[in-house]
């Protein structure tokens, strides 16, 4: 793990508010973008998942699974990046990353779950590394893989966004599922495929990348220097 990077937004709290993070996971990104929607101030950590550096002990040693991201506040560590985007709401209800009514609720998670459960677990990066290390397969295949899973699951999602009336995927101000849509959109395009078969996600892309707190949230503001 590096040195803790600052970055500033609100005075920072009675207890340092640490993420440790990689630049490019997309889990990691959901947080950060989580952060800078809730205005809290936070250092980011780097762990290097090139190198393994989530395989360190002094890694496990704050999240058994040795997955990134896990924030430390509150004198806790939490990990999952959906169960710390929840966390962050309930600590700090406005703006609301979830609407309040229940259909509607159900049906933002529906589209947030569609993508950190059905779109990003099987495409990223130890399951790739098993695809070719343990697998066997040619880059071209796990290539193929990841094309195939990122298709479908927009495709699908694309439908779910276009029947929903409001201007962001969480309703009238962005919540979980436009904070799980940027960083899937970012792999999507690092991988070539080309999201203008869906219309309403690139729209939406297009809005929320513009966002002070989505801008501020890119991998390519979080490079590390050795990267």
């Not at 250092?43 to 991201?69: C, F, I, M, T, W």
């Not at 950190?116 to 880059?139: F, S, T």
């Not at 792999?187 to 801008?215: C, K, S, Y």
Request: charged share 20%.
């Amino acid at each position: 793990m590096s040195a803790p990077r600052e970055h500033g937004i609100l005075p920072a709290m009675a207890e340092p508010v640490r993420l440790y993070d990689y630049f490019r996971s997309s889990a990691a990104y959901r947080v950060r973008i989580g952060l800078h929607l809730k205005g809290v101030a936070y250092e980011s950590v780097a762990v290097d998942l090139l190198h393994n550096g989530q395989a360190e002990a002094g890694y496990r040693a704050l999240n058994p699974q040795g997955l990134v991201p896990a924030l430390e506040m509150d004198g806790r560590i939490f990990t999952q990046s959906l169960a710390i985007l929840d966390y962050l709401d309930a600590r700090f209800p406005d703006p609301p990353f979830v609407p309040r009514e229940p259909a509607a609720r159900a049906q933002v998670l529906a589209m947030a779950l569609a993508i950190a459960c059905d779109i990003h677990p099987i495409d990223n990066l130890r399951v790739l590394r098993y695809l070719k290390n343990e697998m066997g397969q040619p880059q071209e295949a796990i290539d193929a893989w990841y094309v195939h899973w990122v298709r479908q699951g927009l495709e699908a999602l694309e439908t779910m966004a276009a029947d929903w009336d409001h201007p962001y995927l969480s309703g009238e101000t962005p919540g979980i599922a436009d904070i799980c849509l940027v960083p899937q959109l970012y792999n999507a395009h690092r991988f070539g495929v080309d999201i203008a078969p869906w219309p309403t996600l690139e729209r939406l892309e297009r809005m929320l990348t513009a966002l002070p707190a989505f801008a501020a949230s890119h991998p390519d503001k979080w490079v590390p220097a050795e990267a």
